[in-house]
């Protein structure tokens, strides 16, 4: 039975954090080790590009970061292949062609560009090319024939376009492009992870971050000034935990057996839970076994990312090969839309 094929990836404008783990990462290990799909993992510097033009060294720089957090969380390049987008000029081509299917009315349509659109300011003095991301996005996910895509909430507008632009070119062309299916984070906590702030989104301009390369101090400092529940004062008054970041963190990352290790007092979530809510719980100890908790993810994670960053000569190797693996898949879809366009003139 063939394996369905996964196709996800990340813009390189700087280091993973907590968000990029629970919101994908994490997910992609896991389909990468169920042996059930075909998983690409790229690095989008092409998209990236778009608002970065004038800073090209951001990019260069952050490609590296990111590979680098790729391996730590255990993504293996024997079981995935992790590319780079601009290694792979055969999605430009194809981005070209579907360029001609969309209207530019439709593109600034797009909640998700228009909402990227005002975070930049850009007006009307978008780039074509960032405008134009939904259509690479595209490009990207129908070379490789994916079954799915597994994305936030905030990209489903994206994957509706591409969805529209496949269904376009079939129509026109004959059935040659594979209709993807979204594949959404079952945990709500995962699906949009706040800012340590407490701001609806952890975000790299926003500064409220956990990185996966933080280290040990720097998880703690930035965990102990988590945004909790302002009118929880004393240690005896009654808590919120809904709105409160710490314990939207413990959702998306506490098990049971942490309150094993770390909590024995409590069984589960839901104990802490009703004891905060019910007054008696100060917030200095749920943020000690949240820390007690992300170390428990994070340690791993930093031992392997020093091993690569020591051994950077195979991280490039990996992105290189990688890179030559997805040409060889994205050529062979680009060889049936020509030929269904009509373009094969010489062959």
Not at 280 to 299: A, N, P, Q, R, T
Request: hydrophobic share 35%.
């Amino acid at each position: 039975m063939d394996k369905k094929v996964i196709l996800t990836g990340d813009r390189p404008t700087g280091k993973l954090h907590l968000g990029h783990y629970v919101g994908s990462l994490r997910n992609r290990i896991k389909l990468q080790n169920s042996g059930n799909y075909d998983v690409f993992v790229f690095v989008a510097d092409l998209q990236a590009l778009t608002d970065n033009a004038h800073n090209p060294q951001k990019i260069r720089d952050s490609l590296k970061e990111v590979a680098l957090d790729y391996l730590a969380v255990g993504l293996d390049p024997a079981k995935t292949t992790i590319f780079v987008q601009s290694q792979v000029p055969e999605l430009t081509e194809l981005t070209t062609y579907y360029m001609n299917l969309v209207t530019v009315a439709r593109l600034k349509r797009n909640p998700t560009i228009k909402t990227e659109i005002n975070l930049r300011g850009f007006g009307e003095a978008v780039p074509i090319g960032f405008l134009n991301y939904p259509v690479s996005q595209a490009a990207d996910i129908t070379a490789f024939n994916a079954h799915y895509v597994p994305v936030g909430e905030d990209q489903l507008p994206l994957i509706e376009q591409c969805r529209e632009i496949v269904h376009t070119f079939n129509s026109t062309y004959g059935e040659v492009l594979r209709m993807p299916e979204i594949m959404l984070e079952e945990n709500s906590a995962c699906k949009r992870l706040p800012g340590i702030d407490g701001k609806a989104k952890m975000s790299k301009s926003l500064g409220n971050c956990i990185f996966l390369s933080d280290d040990k101090e720097t998880v703690r400092t930035k965990v102990m000034s988590m945004y909790t529940d302002p009118k929880h004062i004393k240690v005896e008054d009654p808590g919120n935990v809904e709105d409160n970041a710490v314990f939207t963190y413990l959702d998306a990352f506490a098990t049971d057996e942490d309150f094993v290790k770390y909590l024995p007092e409590y069984k589960n979530l839901d104990e802490l839970k009703d004891h905060y809510r019910r007054g008696g719980l100060g917030d200095v100890k749920v943020k000690k076994f949240l820390i007690d908790v992300l170390e428990g993810i994070l340690e791993p994670i930093r031992e392997r990312r020093k091993y690569y960053e020591e051994h950077l000569d195979l991280v490039y190797k990996m992105l290189d090969e990688g890179s030559k693996k997805a040409r060889v898949v994205a050529g062979e879809t680009l060889k049936k839309v020509r030929a269904a366009i009509g373009i094969n003139y010489f062959e």
